[in-house]
Structure formats: structure tokens, C-alpha cells
């Protein structure tokens, strides 16, 4: 279907909205790096947890989810509920001990937990190697989405329009900052959720409805496409439905998914105003992620399986149900969803993945603080550093794009690469015995096992499983046979976070007042209520009503047992 003038107005009016926020951010100043990459550190739990949910939604992601669904169901999307766990987990676990770290970068941390050379090799290597491989990963990935969409929609070269988009997208983030990121992220959930939806409701209804979609995936697969068990889905390999479950959510770094909190989820965590606003957001988050936003993705993905059956690509499935199913007027919505969703991780990609180089290289090894005269001097200098390493790094995320060709296969080869890390990223917290060279051994480990599992042919289960054992055995020798850290490092760092753990000799009279157990039954309950959100409105969808209510009412009990307590 072609653009119509409603559609141009509509795109055109997202555009003028982008606009009115960088000049609103530019008003409001970005003095200093805590403005520029943490928000001034004051904002609210609704707008930390909003803006979370916003950067893990973007245009590559409904169409990852239309191709899991084509070729293994609604049980494949395990492969990315899994981290419901650890996301949980760093809720009640994390989540205030990031916020009592009170630095600018997840990567900055590592020269508060240790110290001495091999800290600040680390905290270099680290920022640079998830600045530029890793996150230019990321926004490959993403351009390949929003360039399959476009294509598909509207024809026209899709690496003039990425150009395009990035060229402004650099420029905004340049401009706004976080502050700027996550204003928008917050208009951006909203108008990519209602595009989504809509889409979900044109699709269901142009089959003829929710029972006849039933129906009909009976005819085009020979197995339950509806079933949420992924060990009972004869597509899905047991070891890759083990994997899933039992590995995946700790062992993996995965953006958005860190194990413990990490990137720019530990980020929205800085920028909170508390604890308690950093708890509250990060729980909002989890429950957005894997418990609103699926559904109108997944009924879509099941819409195209029945209307576009056998397609080569089945990802393309959900443009295509795009051209198919819309009426006049909505194109121009469901392109500002898609564009929003995009804007919101491609913004957030480029001013984390800038923030890693500039507090934690720039400012760490190329010019101090101590060369500049004052520290106003020196903080409008690495402001302006900042903007400009914003617009290279969006030319190099264009560069890296033109290698994509698969959305999933970027999920996978981000898993595999940094598979094994996750136990000391977790443990790290807790036991003091850990030290630089547990990590340093940890990613060295983990990239060597990748690289090697790839050589021998080993599938994405079997790379997990060898690279997980490899690096993990690794950097628990690596932690024996090396000397830990200083006295005074580690009752610095406990004094400052009072984190749980086995911190015997090194408390200096300073207890925490966490406690493990209420934790616990927290998790146990947030995840409950995920799940109860998730399978309820599976079985109101396809089912049995009654049953589908029951479960969506436990699962509003158990959010409101938790809420009342944090």
C-alpha cells in the first residue's frame, strides 16, 4: 500500500517531536558527563523503567520474533524469555548496589571493585572492546530490521534511508543526551506499542479471527505452533530448549539482559534519583519486556505463517502482513512505531557505546581531568568529546550494518562470543576472592572458545555448552593462581556498596541491610506474575477465558505483593 498525505503528516509530526526535544535538552543544558550520559542522576522510576523497555524495542525485534514463530513456534521465543531470570534477579539483587556504585559506566565500576594496573587494563580493554565490536554488533543487527521493513513497505533504497537516519539520529543524540534519549523513549514506547497492536488486531481479523487462526496453523505446520513448552516442540532440540533454560540467563552477556545488570540497563540505573527509584524501574522494565510487549508481535508472526507460508526469509513476514492487512491512514502509524523503536535503540546504542569511550578511555588515558585548569573546563571538554565521538561512531555502526544479513544470527553470534562471562559478572558482587584477572581471563576465554566451537562446526547449543565449560574452568583458575585484591581496595569497595556476600575481614565495622531470603521470594513472585501474564493471555487468545483470567488476576496479586514492599 503507498503512502498516503495522512501518513506523511503523521511521519512528519514524529520528526518535528525529535526536533522539539533535542532543543528542549539543548535548553536545559548538558554541563557535565553525568548530564550527558546518566541524566543528572535525578530521574523518576516510571521514566528510568519506560526508557528501558523503549531501547530493547526496536525494528529488528518484531521481525526476530515473526521468524522464531515460523520455524519453531510459540515455545521458540524461550530463547529470549529465559532472561526474564536474570532481569529479575537484578531487580532484587542488583539493582541498589548499582545505584550505591555511583559511577557514570558499568565499565568504571571495575576500577572501584579493583585496583592496580590490571584494573585499569581491564577497564580500557573492556570500554573499548564493548564500545566498538559489540555494540557496533548491536546496531548492525537493528539497521537490518528497519531496512527489511523498509524495503519491503516502501521500495526505495534502503541504504540511502539508513543514511538518512542515522545522519539525523547522530546529530539528535549529539545535541539531547540521555536526558534527550530518554524523553523520547518514553513517547516512542507508547506510539511503537499502539502501532504494534494495531497491526496485531488488522492481522487477527483479516484471517477471520482468533478461532479460525487456530484453525488454519493446524494445516500448515505439523506440530503445535501454540504450545509454550519448548521441551514437548519436536523443532526445538532438547539441548537447545537446556540451554535456554538452564544457561542462556546467566552465562551469556547479552544487551539489555546483562547477568547482574550491565550496559545501558545499569545505566537507567544511574540515572535514577534512589535505590528505591532504581528498584522500582527496573522491575517496571521486566514486566514490560516479557509480559506486555509480546503478544501483538507473536499474533502477527502466526498471522504470517498462515498468509505467507514457505516464505525464504520469514522475518520479511511481518512487513509483508503490513502491506497486506492495513487500512488507508495507518501506514504512517505503524512506519513511526518502527521508526520510533528504532530511534530509541540506535540513540541509546550510540550514547552508551560513546560513554564507554570517553569516561572510560578518553578521560581515563588519553587527557585527565588534572591537565585542565578547572573541572568546569574540563567537563565542557569531554562534553564536546562526547558529541563528536557520537557522529563517528554512527558512520562506523553504518559500515558494520552492510555485513548483516540476519537479525537472529546477530542474537546468536553476541551469546556464543561472550558465552561463560556471566558466573563472574554475578559473583563479582559477593565474593572478594574475585579480582581483575578473573574477568580479563573470563573474556579472553570466552572469545577463544567462540572462535574455536565455530571452527569445529558445533551448533549454537553445542557453542554454548563448550564455550560456557571452557571459560568458566578458565577464570576460576585464573582467580586461584592470581594475587587477590588489595586490603584497602576491597574494604573501599564494601564500605561504599555493602554489598551481601562473603566479605569476611574486609567489613571495617560496615554491615549490610540487605537480606537475602525477602529477596528471594520477591524473584520467585515477579516471576510467577511474568509467566501468569504471558500463558493467561495465551490461553484468552486461543483457549479458555475463564482460565486465562484466573492467571492474569495471580499475576496482578503477586506484582502488587512485591510493589508494596520495595
Avoid at 505452533?225 to 537447545?240: D, K, Q, R, Y
Avoid at 510487549?293 to 526469509?313: C, H, N, Q, S, T
Avoid at 565495622?509 to 500463558?535: C, E, H, K, W
Wanted: aromatic share 16%; proline share 3%.
Amino acid at each position: 500500500m503507498p503512502f498516503e498525505t495522512a501518513d506523511y503528516v503523521v511521519v512528519a509530526g514524529y520528526i518535528l517531536l525529535m526536533i522539539a526535544v533535542a532543543w528542549a535538552a539543548k535548553v536545559r543544558g548538558q554541563e557535565s558527563l553525568d548530564d550527558f550520559f546518566a541524566g543528572g542522576k535525578n530521574l523518576p522510576w516510571w521514566l528510568v523503567g519506560v526508557s528501558m523497555v523503549a531501547t530493547t524495542f526496536a525494528a529488528d525485534t518484531p521481525l526476530a520474533i515473526t521468524g522464531i514463530v515460523a520455524k519453531q513456534g510459540i515455545a521458540g521465543n524461550w530463547f529470549w524469555w529465559n532472561w526474564m531470570i536474570s532481569g529479575i534477579v537484578t531487580v532484587f539483587i542488583y539493582a541498589k548496589l548499582w545505584k550505591r556504585a555511583d559511577v557514570i559506566t558499568d565499565v568504571e565500576f571495575i576500577e572501584l571493585r579493583y585496583g592496580g594496573k590490571p584494573a585499569s587494563f581491564l577497564r580500557g580493554f573492556r570500554a573499548l572492546y564493548f564500545a566498538f565490536p559489540f555494540n557496533c554488533i548491536i546496531m548492525g543487527w537493528v539497521t537490518v530490521g528497519m531496512a527489511k521493513i523498509l524495503t519491503v513497505v516502501t521500495g526505495a533504497d534502503q541504504w540511502i534511508a539508513i543514511l538518512v537516519l542515522y545522519g539525523l539520529i547522530g546529530i539528535y543524540i549529539a545535541i539531547s543526551g540521555l536526558w534527550g534519549v530518554m524523553v523520547t523513549d518514553f513517547v516512542q514506547f507508547i506510539l511503537a506499542m499502539a502501532g504494534t497492536i494495531a497491526l496485531a488486531y488488522f492481522s487477527v481479523d483479516h484471517v477471520g479471527g482468533l478461532s479460525e487462526l487456530k484453525s488454519q496453523l493446524g494445516s500448515v505446520a505439523n506440530y503445535d505452533v501454540l504450545s509454550f513448552n519448548p521441551f514437548s516442540n519436536p523443532e526445538i532440540a532438547l539441548t537447545t530448549a537446556f540451554i535456554w533454560l538452564g544457561m542462556n540467563w546467566w552465562a551469556a552477556w547479552y544487551p539489555g539482559a546483562e547477568p547482574g545488570g550491565g550496559g545501558y540497563i545499569a545505566q537507567r540505573m544511574f540515572s535514577a534519583k534512589d535505590e528505591k527509584n532504581a528498584v522500582g524501574g527496573t522491575l517496571l522494565f521486566n514486566i514490560l519486556m516479557y509480559a506486555v510487549r509480546p503478544w501483538p508481535w507473536i499474533l502477527v508472526g502466526l498471522v504470517a505463517l498462515v498468509v505467507f507460508p514457505g516464505l525464504e526469509d520469514p522475518e520479511t513476514g511481518y512487513p509483508l502482513m503490513m502491506l497486506e492487512v492495513l487500512p488507508v491512514g495507518w501506514m504512517g502509524l505503524l512506519m513511526v512505531a518502527f521508526l520510533s523503536a528504532f530511534v530509541s535503540t540506535i540513540s541509546t546504542q550510540l550514547n552508551w557505546g560513546t560513554s564507554y569511550v570517553v569516561n572510560d578511555f578518553y578521560k581515563r588515558f588519553i587527557k585527565t581531568e588534572q591537565e585542565f585548569e578547572n573541572k568546569e573546563k574540563a567537563q565542557k571538554h569531554y562534553v564536546f568529546i562526547s558529541r563528536v565521538a557520537t557522529l563517528l561512531m554512527a558512520a562506523l555502526g553504518v559500515g558494520v550494518s552492510y555485513y548483516f544479513d540476519s537479525v537472529s544470527g546477530g542474537w546468536e553470534f553476541i551469546l556464543s562470543l561472550s558465552a561463560g562471562i556471566g558466573g563472574v559478572l554475578l559473583l563479582r558482587w559477593f565474593w572478594w576472592r574475585i579480582n581483575a584477572w578473573s574477568e580479563i581471563s573470563a573474556m579472553i576465554a570466552a572469545f577463544v572458545g567462540a572462535v574455536f566451537s565455530n571452527q569445529m562446526g558445533y551448533d549454537f547449543s553445542g557453542s554454548m555448552i563448550f564455550t560456557t565449560t571452557f571459560s568458566t574452568v578458565i577464570w576460576l583458575i585464573a582467580t586461584f593462581v592470581t594475587k587477590p585484591e588489595s586490603e584497602e581496595t576491597l574494604k573501599k569497595f564494601y564500605a561504599k556498596v555493602t554489598p551481601m556476600g562473603i566479605w569476611s575481614g574486609y567489613r571495617d565495622g560496615n554491615y549490610t541491610t540487605d537480606r537475602l531470603l525477602p529477596q528471594l521470594v520477591n524473584i520467585v513472585m515477579s516471576l510467577g506474575a511474568i509467566f501468569f501474564f504471558l500463558y493467561g493471555l495465551g490461553q484468552i487468545f486461543f483457549f479458555n477465558l475463564g482460565t486465562g483470567i484466573g492467571f492474569l488476576l495471580g499475576g496482578c496479586i503477586f506484582v502488587w505483593a512485591v510493589v508494596r514492599k520495595i
